[in-house]
């Protein structure tokens, strides 16, 4: 009888290299990433994700690796890092393939990073009163600037005989925007979701507390891997379950990011994001008479034409107007905090250089 001997050793570097494409993939790696470390030796610096941000640390996660490392600036939940083993704080980020951002709530106005190196963001929104169509034309612009594709998901349609209602507002946001109905508890809603949720793929969801974000996470699992609660009865608000925005890997499929639910979401640097949702109002506007038109009173003006023969909601324009104005209001005065953040910056590193000579 003849014995099988161990594979040969080239053998076994195929399969182990294999073994390292597949589970990076799981993690979303892909073509836009490998460009930018074609001439790095990944033994030395391997590619990590992060999992979570807390205030101290990063939590990591690539191939054989699952650490802590202290923060880095300016990064974010999805972000990819080239992971200094020897000085973590001096791992390098890889240029991001897209990015969801915010202007921070509170007085104080801020950037604040969502998520970075999605594929897919599901808008998720009950039909209850948790449902607010300013509120989704504000998420799909948000996404639209970041070049990722946005689906609307609705949920708890059992908790409201008028589904066909919720569904037709919000399929007239966007002829872009897929809208689906969903039970976030079935495994129905895994097959639905399937198409944007492939291996290698990253997909977040957003929306309100309580809309059913951590049990589409737990479905798509497979199993518990968040804990969920119930919404009050009293008002259809939610709890929140999810506190902070983490990345899991589904087996055999998608990297996901569950976010908290935000209270408040206004928008900078999303003027091409508004355009793209609001395509048939910026196309009409090219016809106004004047390139300043405020479309409120001018003559000539083809929005306020078309509002007075029926042809365009005036609810909805003056939506678009309020996004167009704070979105231009945020974007300068978080233009000119980032000046001055980086003149000061700039002053510390002469002052330094000063000293040391």
Same mark, same amino acid.
């Given at each position: ?15 182990d290299i294999l073994d ?5 993939k ?7 990433f ?15 994700r ?13 191939v ?7 923060s ?5 939940v ?11 704080r ?10 969801l951002?915010?202007r921070a ?5 801020k950037?604040?990073?969502?998520a !970075?190196n999605? $594929? &897919?963001?599901?808008i ?5 009163? /948790?449902?607010?169509l300013?509120?989704l =034309? ?6 639209n600037?970041?070049?990722?594709t946005?689906?609307?998901?609705l949920?708890?349609?059992d908790?409201n005989?008028?589904l066909?209602n919720?569904s ?5 946001i966007?002829?872009r925007?897929a ?6 508890r079935s495994s129905?809603?895994k097959?639905?979701?399937?198409p ?5 793929q990253?997909?977040a969801f957003?929306?309100?507390?309580g809309?059913g ?6 479905t798509l699992a ?8 119930a919404?009050?009865e009293a ?5 929140h ?6 990345l ?6 998608? !990297?996901?990011i $569950? &976010?908290?639910g935000m209270r408040?979401?206004?928008?900078? /640097?999303a003027?091409?994001?508004?355009? =793209? ?7 009409l ?6 390139n300043?038109?405020?479309h ?6 083809a929005?306020?034409?078309n509002?007075?023969?029926g042809l365009?909601d ?7 107007l309020?996004?167009?104005?704070e979105?231009?209001e ?9 000046s ?10 002469s ?5 040391q000579?």
């Amino acid at each position: 009888m003849v014995h099988d001997g161990p594979e040969p050793k080239s053998q076994n570097n195929q399969h182990d290299i294999l073994d390292v494409d597949v589970r990076l993939k799981s993690l979303g790696w892909n073509q836009y990433f490998i460009d930018q470390v074609v001439s790095t030796d990944l033994r030395e610096t391997p590619p990590v994700r992060i999992m979570q941000v807390h205030r101290s640390n990063l939590h990591v996660v690539g191939v054989n690796v699952d650490i802590k490392i202290p923060s880095l600036y300016e990064v974010a939940v999805g972000d990819w890092l080239l992971l200094n083993q020897g000085d973590p704080r001096s791992s390098k980020i890889l240029k991001r393939r897209s990015l969801l951002k915010r202007r921070a709530a509170g007085h104080d106005r801020k950037e604040q990073l969502i998520a !970075a190196n999605l $594929d &897919t963001a599901f808008i998720v929104s009950s039909c209850n009163s /948790d449902f607010n169509l300013a509120r989704l =034309e504000r998420y799909i612009a948000m996404i639209n600037e970041a070049e990722i594709t946005p689906v609307i998901i609705l949920t708890k349609f059992d908790l409201n005989s008028d589904l066909t209602n919720f569904s037709q507002l919000a399929s007239k946001i966007s002829e872009r925007v897929a809208v689906i109905n969903v039970d976030a508890r079935s495994s129905s809603a895994k097959e639905q979701l399937a198409p944007w949720c492939e291996l290698g793929q990253t997909v977040a969801f957003l929306g309100s507390s309580g809309v059913g974000k951590s049990t589409l996470t737990n479905t798509l699992a497979g199993n518990p891997l968040i804990n969920t609660q119930a919404v009050r009865e009293a008002d259809d608000k939610g709890r929140h379950t999810t506190t902070s925005r983490q990345l899991h890997i589904i087996p055999q499929g998608c !990297a996901v990011i $569950d &976010t908290p639910g935000m209270r408040e979401l206004q928008l900078t /640097d999303a003027a091409t994001g508004i355009k =793209e949702t609001f395509a048939d109002l910026h196309e009409l506007e090219q016809s106004c008479r004047f390139n300043d038109c405020s479309h409120d009173h001018e003559p000539g003006c083809a929005i306020q034409a078309n509002i007075t023969i029926g042809l365009i909601d005036v609810i909805r324009v003056n939506r678009w107007l309020k996004l167009v104005s704070e979105d231009q209001e945020n974007t300068k005065v978080l233009a000119k905090r980032f000046s001055k953040e980086n003149a000061t910056k700039d002053k510390i590193g002469s002052g330094q250089k000063h000293k040391q000579k």
